[in-house]
């Protein structure tokens, strides 16, 4: 069972690429930012709390991330494997992502990390804002925000598996299809 965190600043290509990986590997794909839209979508209790933390591009309390995150894999005991997209986002998550997955007798067995400038960062969040419809595209100050708070709270995340011999830096600026290419070949060494 290959488990990967797919890691990276927002706008890096995590969601494009982790379709593509999906379709190439059979990964279960879970994105946490993808589950808290749907529940704002839904209208549901969930929703409503989570989206007063992402209009203003700051984290999802860690209490409420995790459960909702240990929800989602308990909706798969099958899974063939895992691709986490935007999760872990801090240290308590990491710890709180090893410990599920250890309770399924697995492990995350590589972190494989986008790397994109941050001018890229920007350039490529407004012109997503053009179409995606998310309002944390829309604006740059809730841009540069969410770049701050990657900055501060979850690149240091790097440092977790470093320590555990499981990082990769993958080179995100490209072609989506070389970015891809990059990704399989590491993939291909675990
Ligand atoms: P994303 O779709 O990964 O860009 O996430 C969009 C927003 O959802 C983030 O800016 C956070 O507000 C929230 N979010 C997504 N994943 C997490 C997480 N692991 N921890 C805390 N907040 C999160």
């Known amino acids: 069972m290959l488990n990967v ?6 706008g ?5 690429q982790s379709a593509f990986l999906v379709e190439a590997y059979g990964f279960i794909h879970l994105s946490t930012g993808d589950v808290f839209r749907a529940n704002i979508k839904g209208a549901t209790p969930l929703g409503t709390l989570a989206k007063s ?21 308990a909706k798969y005991p099958a ?23 250890s309770g399924m007798n697995a492990s995350v067995t590589a972190m494989l990390a986008l790397e994109v400038p941050e001018t ?16 944390d ?3 740059p100050n809730v841009i540069q925000k969410r770049i701050d708070v990657y900055n501060a709270d979850t690149a240091p995340v790097q440092h977790f598996y470093e ?10 600026v490209g072609s989506i299809e070389e970015i891809t290419q990059r990704l399989k070949v590491a993939l291909d060494t675990l």
């Open 120 to 135: 890229e960062l920007k350039a490529r969040l407004l012109e997503r804002g053009k179409t995606s419809g998310r309002p």
């Open 12 to 16: 890096a290509g995590k969601g494009t």
């Open 79 to 101: 899974a063939p494997g895992f691709i986490f997209d935007g999760f872990p986002r801090t240290g308590p998550q990491a710890e709180a992502l090893d410990a599920l997955l």
């Open 163 to 172: 320590a555990q011999g499981k990082y990769i830096g993958i080179p995100g």
């Open 137 to 139: 595209d829309a604006d």
């Open 53 to 73: 933390y992402m209009d203003q591009g700051q984290l999802v309390p860690d209490s409420v991330t995790i459960d909702m995150l240990a929800a989602e894999l």
């Open 5 to 10: 965190v797919l890691f990276g600043p927002p």
